[in-house]
């Protein structure tokens, strides 16, 4: 047999067409079939409708295989349109998910982006309640007990390129200024920075603004940073670990003044999943509200109570409070601390740090959205929707065939080939005793023939 070498192979003039297709991934194969037996396409397609014409116009991206695309960007842990654009283009397995014929190809970034910015975010927030209906209807939405939390997304603008609000001058040209003013003609950097160093309040949102994205705001991340960013809310139900509702706020927002945001959009958005899913065990509204220290005030306990909301709040250490004229704040603040030092408070208090952040690990961790591609809350929003609303998907797939991620098939099936090596050994060192001398002769040459156990699980 000669050697070959690259390059001397001639191009085919027809390609069979089973060499075009592949025998596809199962975890996407299982999330098709779900999909497909629940008419998600005719029901994106039927959403979309208004935003296109019905016959001028070549046909666009099909608005199943957009948020086909963006369910895509979660599940493998792309964060940019680009990335997700480039995957489509490099797997058989993704094109047979999105359902694309051979002589079609994958959208590219531009396509996807386009579509973005043509669909609003309400038929997004319609999709994501869709997908509560699923849950709804394989009875993994209770939404009685619903705990909130934030974390922090660092945005698509940089800190050096503030601007004041009242006259939008740059941060650099506004050290210069007050340089002059002190009495320093031409100030060097080291000027500027002895200024700057003695300055109280430099980094005030009331004052500076970023030209880039409006929306975000000066604030302190979680590895410490202070860097432009925005505040991200999950509302999730504490029984199951679905995410019920998703907004987003500026970065330096105070939990406080947001929750109440976030509670009625579950609320909201529980009302539709149980139109949509099993209206015998979704509930209709919220019960129960869990959330950490953060959230706790008088006014947050008052606004709770009045709403007919139970409240499990940690209450952080004050010094002792007076209550001349509140006595509806101080009976709320008493009730919740009497409702959190309970044996179900204590319960949901250990529950909130496993299930709260576990949401947070997987669709910015994992999910690869800890750093925003996008600006403007309506376009972030967008994208967010559709990556928790896979995470969603994510807990029905493990509900269903016991796997909820593409790599979690691949630790499963390790995880199986390593017990069956292991059973295998067990066999074989029973076999082995005394007065047995041939069996154990078996035995190992059994052993020794098969492939070592690190072997079949790499």
């Known amino acids: 047999m000669a050697m070959g070498k690259k390059g001397d192979e001639q191009d085919e003039l027809f390609v069979p067409y089973k060499q075009m297709r592949s025998g596809g991934h199962p975890f996407y194969q299982a999330l098709d079939g779900i999909l497909r037996e629940n008419g998600f396409d005719k029901y994106a397609e039927k959403l979309c409708a208004r935003y296109y014409?019905?016959?001028?116009?070549?046909?666009?991206?099909?608005p199943g295989n957009y948020f086909r695309s963006l369910l895509v960007g979660y599940?493998?842990?792309?964060?940019?349109?680009?990335?997700?654009?480039?995957?489509?283009?490099?797997?058989?397995?993704?094109r047979e998910f999105l359902g694309l014929p051979t002589g079609k190809s994958p959208p590219d970034h531009s396509t996807l982006s386009r579509t973005r910015r043509l669909i609003d975010e309400e038929t997004h927030q319609e999709v994501f309640?869709?997908?509560?209906?699923?849950?709804?209807?394989d009875g993994l939405l209770e939404g009685k007990t619903i705990g909130v939390d934030a974390t922090t997304l660092e945005a698509n603008a940089a800190l050096r390129s503030i601007v004041?609000?009242?006259?939008?001058?740059?941060?650099q040209q506004f050290l210069t200024?007050?340089?002059?003013?002190?009495?320093?003609?031409?100030?060097?950097?080291?000027?500027?920075?002895?200024?700057?160093?003695?300055?109280?309040?430099?980094?005030s949102n009331k004052e500076w603004v970023s030209p880039n994205d409006p929306d975000a705001q000066i604030t302190r991340m979680k590895d410490g940073r202070t860097h432009i960013g925005h505040k991200q809310e999950h509302a999730v139900d504490m029984d199951s670990g679905a995410v019920v509702a998703v907004t987003l706020h500026g970065g330096a927002e105070g939990d406080t003044s947001t929750?109440?945001?976030?509670?009625?959009?579950?609320?909201?958005?529980?009302?539709?999943?149980?139109?949509?899913?099993?209206?015998?065990?979704?509930?209709?509204?919220?019960?129960?509200?869990?959330?950490?220290?953060?959230y706790h005030s008088k006014r947050v306990m008052l606004d709770l109570a009045?709403?007919?909301?139970?409240?499990?709040?940690?209450e952080p250490v004050r010094l002792r409070q007076h209550w001349d004229g509140e006595e509806a704040e101080r009976d709320a603040v008493y009730a919740n601390r009497r409702r959190k030092k309970g044996a179900r408070g204590q319960l949901l208090m250990r529950r909130r740090g496993e299930v709260l952040?576990?949401?947070?690990?997987?669709?910015?961790?994992?999910?690869?959205?800890?750093?925003?591609?996008?600006?403007?809350?309506?376009?972030?929003?967008?994208?967010?929707?559709?990556?928790?609303?896979?995470?969603n998907l994510g807990l029905l797939m493990r509900n269903r065939f016991g796997v909820g991620t593409p790599r979690g098939l691949q630790g499963r099936l390790a995880a199986v080939i390593a017990a069956f090596v292991a059973l295998i050994d067990l066999i074989a060192g029973l076999l082995a005793v005394p007065g047995r001398s041939q069996l154990a002769d078996q035995a190992a040459a059994i052993n020794s023939a098969s492939p070592s156990s690190e072997a079949l699980a790499a």
Not at 129 to 137: H, N, Q
Not at 179 to 199: F, H, M
Not at 277 to 289: F, H, P
């Open 164 to 171: 004041r609000r009242d006259d939008f001058r740059s941060y």
């Open 129 to 137: 309640t869709w997908v509560l209906g699923l849950l709804s209807k």
């Open 75 to 94: 599940f493998e842990g792309i964060d940019s349109e680009r990335g997700i654009a480039w995957r489509l283009a490099d797997s058989l397995s993704l």
């Open 357 to 391: 952040e576990r949401s947070f690990a997987h669709v910015l961790g994992t999910g690869g959205m800890r750093r925003t591609h996008l600006r403007f809350h309506y376009n972030i929003a967008k994208r967010m929707l559709i990556h928790v609303a896979g995470f």
């Open 53 to 62: 014409h019905p016959v001028v116009g070549r046909p666009g991206l099909a």
């Open 259 to 294: 929750i109440d945001k976030t509670l009625d959009a579950a609320d909201e958005n529980l009302k539709k999943a149980r139109e949509k899913g099993d209206k015998s065990q979704t509930r209709e509204s919220l019960e129960e509200a869990v959330g950490d220290k953060g």
């Open 177 to 203: 200024d007050l340089a002059k003013e002190s009495g320093i003609p031409t100030p060097t950097r080291e000027d500027l920075a002895r200024i700057d160093r003695k300055r109280k309040k430099k980094g």
């Open 306 to 314: 009045e709403a007919g909301r139970r409240s499990y709040i940690s």
